[in-house]
């Protein structure tokens, strides 16, 4: 059955989003989001990427809950900025982290929390030396960023994917 369906979730995600996305839960829809859904499993398999292998899901849960927090807080210090006069020490710069993370998952889920929390932009990872550019909206403490993305998001990544 793998055969048919390699990626399930994936094809079942799709064809909801498909049926969400047309409004319709008619036999007609149903089938030709079946047959898209598939197809795109067919393509995804094909491309072989490498499974990710979980390793502690109760640290992914805490992570996913504090990179909420953290994007709430994010958003209101944005806001604030934006908003209010900018005081003087804030600055806008790009940052260079040292990485010890090297899983592919486990950078993927990093640059996707980087980039979605409000301030903040992934703008490079560097394979060869494992550092991390990042644009950074209030960098007044570079240290207190270069701890926070390694103690905070690193460690637990590690945790999880290594």
């Known amino acids: 059955m793998s055969w048919l369906l390699p990626y399930p979730l994936l094809s079942a995600a799709l064809l909801v989003l498909w049926l969400l ?6 036999s007609g829809q149903i089938v030709l ?13 094909a491309l072989r990427p490498e499974k990710p292998h979980i390793r ?14 953290d994007i709430l807080r994010s958003n209101i210090a944005v806001g604030r900025i934006i908003l209010g006069s900018r005081q003087p020490g804030m ?6 982290i040292p990485l010890e993370l090297r899983s592919r998952h486990g950078l993927a889920v990093l640059s996707i929390i980087i980039t979605s929390t409000p301030g903040t932009i992934w703008v490079n990872y560097d394979a060869a030396q494992g550092t991390l550019l990042l644009h950074v909206l209030d960098l007044s403490d570079e240290t207190a960023w270069i701890r926070l993305i390694k103690d905070r998001y690193e460690r637990r990544l590690i ?4």
Request: aromatic share 6%; glycine share 10%.
């Open 21 to 26: 996305l047309n409004q319709s839960v008619s």
């Open 33 to 45: 989001g079946a047959v898209l859904a598939v197809l795109a499993s067919w393509a995804m398999a």
């Open 56 to 69: 502690r899901p109760g640290v992914a849960l805490r992570l996913a809950g504090m990179v909420l927090i």
């Open 91 to 96: 600055n806008a710069g790009f940052l260079s």
């Open 159 to 162: 945790e999880i994917f290594e």
